[in-house]
């Protein structure tokens, strides 16, 4: 997908996620640098390997979008989906945050602050996206979690239709 060179280390301590048992997906623009170095940082401070990556401008983001009611092309947000829910914006952001290791776990703080200030500010920074982080490419533990395709048993662990997975 991209021939960006990695140029952030993967992480020995934190063992990679087994990508067949995700307990949340991030999906995300796969053309973004900003995206791109935030999955990085998200696979690197995660408390327990659980995420797995979708890139909206793939087949299943598009589907993941379409079952939702979201455009996959109308890249200004990163979602996760967790639980059968998906998340965008800054309800996302926080919601991720849980799962990471302390001190960046604290940011799932900022969901006491008033929901049109939070997203106002994540919709300014999402405006300017792609020219506020160099491009740290797809390599390592994100090329491995990135999924093209949902099995019946990553449906199940993520609570979402079996519709969703490939037959």
């Known amino acids: 997908m991209n021939s960006a060179p990695n140029t952030i280390a993967n992480n020995a301590a934190t063992p990679p996620a087994t990508p067949d048992r995700p307990g949340q997906l991030v999906v995300f623009d796969g053309d973004c640098p900003l995206c791109r170095r935030s999955v990085h940082f998200i ?3 995660e408390a327990r390997p659980v995420t ?8 299943l983001g598009h589907r993941l979008g379409e079952h939702f009611g979201e455009d996959a092309e109308d890249l200004d947000s990163m979602w996760l989906i967790r639980d059968g829910a998906l998340y965008r914006d800054s309800d996302g952001l926080w919601r991720t945050a849980q799962s990471l290791k302390a001190p960046w776990s604290a940011a799932a703080g900022l969901r006491w602050v008033p929901t049109p200030l939070r997203d106002g ?14 491009d740290p490419g797809m390599g390592g533990a994100v090329q491995y ?10 449906c199940a662990r993520l609570s979402l239709p079996a519709s969703l997975a490939d037959a």
Do not use: P
Not at 52 to 59: D, E, G, M, P
Not at 121 to 134: D, E, I
Not at 147 to 154: D, H
């Open 43 to 45: 696979l690197a401070h």
């Open 52 to 59: 797995a990556l979708v890139t909206l401008q793939s087949a």
């Open 121 to 134: 500010l994540y919709q300014l920074v999402g405006r300017y996206r792609k020219r506020l982080a160099s």
């Open 145 to 154: 979690r990135l999924l093209e395709t949902l099995s019946q048993a990553q």
